[in-house]
């Protein structure tokens, strides 16, 4: 057929010749078409070919996955204690999702740790399917992200339920200790593979989502400390307590002590000497003031540029 079409093509010229259907083809044609010149009458135009059914993708065992704002939506960032907003634990999962997950933490120690296995394991306890793990694109990182999270609601109902009216009778480097203690006593059952959480959250793909739950979680303990200010201290003063946590989280992990007391002294100290040297700072600065303003004011600039830097 194909070698009759082009032999055709090369002896008849293309203005002279064209493809039509005929209902009598000669006897040399094939059955279903013929050759017919241009000044034929025309045929009835084929019908259209219907189109072909179009097959949606199929879609993954269980609940489909919530994008939040973090890398590969596992984190959806919430209003903190500033607006006045409560997020519960888990944000941006399904309902399944988050039992699936929360089931998935009674596996992690001692054996299979931040893992896929342990999430298959979670699914299995809940009489779901293991399939389902495949709905989270960052396995190992939903897990750790989900249990930050979870964390963190834990310890904003903790101050809800009562904690931050006994917090009211501390002095402010005492509620800033308590409210880290509390947060990192939540993660001593799992400190044998937390280490492997924190190489986890810094890869590349999870960092994002790392620093923004951090973030959060320092706003909050602030917040519950009695913290309002809006000024540039701000800034610097969930920075220093950012640093302060993350220190105390690492020496947490080296920390043989009876019930990790090394650390909590670790954290009393450097929160202690933080405010302290905050506070020297402010003494010092409202000093130069009353030096006068030539000298003062020099002074205070080059304090300014230490501090800042």
Excluded at 174 to 183: A, D, F, I, N, T
Excluded at 211 to 228: C, N, P
Aim: proline share 7%; charged share 20%.
């Amino acid at each position: 057929m194909a070698s009759f079409l082009v032999a055709r093509r090369l002896l008849c010229p293309a203005s002279a010749r064209r493809l039509l259907p005929c209902t009598s083809p000669p006897p040399s044609a094939p059955a279903a078409l013929c050759w017919l010149s241009t000044d034929a009458s025309p045929s009835p135009p084929l019908p259209v070919p219907p189109l072909e059914p179009t097959v949606d993708p199929p879609k993954k065992d269980g609940a489909s996955f919530s994008a939040g704002s973090g890398a590969g939506g596992a984190y959806r960032t919430g209003q903190g204690a500033a607006s006045g907003g409560r997020r519960s634990g888990g944000a941006g999962y399904e309902e399944e999702q988050q039992k699936v997950l929360r089931a998935s933490l009674l596996h992690v120690v001692p054996r299979m740790g931040w893992s896929e296995s342990a999430m298959i394991a979670g699914a299995r306890d809940v009489a779901m399917s293991p399939a389902i793990v495949g709905a989270f694109p960052r396995k190992e990182a939903a897990l750790v992200e989900f249990f930050m999270d979870d964390c963190l609601q834990q310890l904003m109902d903790r101050i809800d339920a009562g904690e931050g009216e006994l917090l009211k009778n501390l002095m402010l480097t005492e509620r800033l200790s308590r409210l880290v203690r509390m947060r990192l006593e939540m993660q001593t059952p799992y400190i044998s593979k937390w280490p492997q959480a924190l190489s986890i959250q810094s890869q590349p793909a999870n960092v994002s989502t790392s620093l923004k739950q951090r973030a959060v979680l320092v706003d909050e303990i602030w917040h519950a400390a009695g913290d309002a200010g809006s000024d540039i201290d701000w800034y610097v003063k969930r920075t220093v307590l950012g640093g302060i946590y993350s220190a105390s989280e690492v020496y947490m992990l080296t920390d043989n002590s009876p019930e990790f007391h090394d650390t909590w002294t670790f954290v009393n100290r450097r929160i202690k000497d933080a405010l302290d040297l905050q506070k020297s700072y402010k003494e010092v600065a409202y000093l130069t003031e009353t030096l006068g303003a030539g000298i003062g004011g020099s002074i205070q600039g080059v304090l300014n540029k230490v501090f800042q830097k």
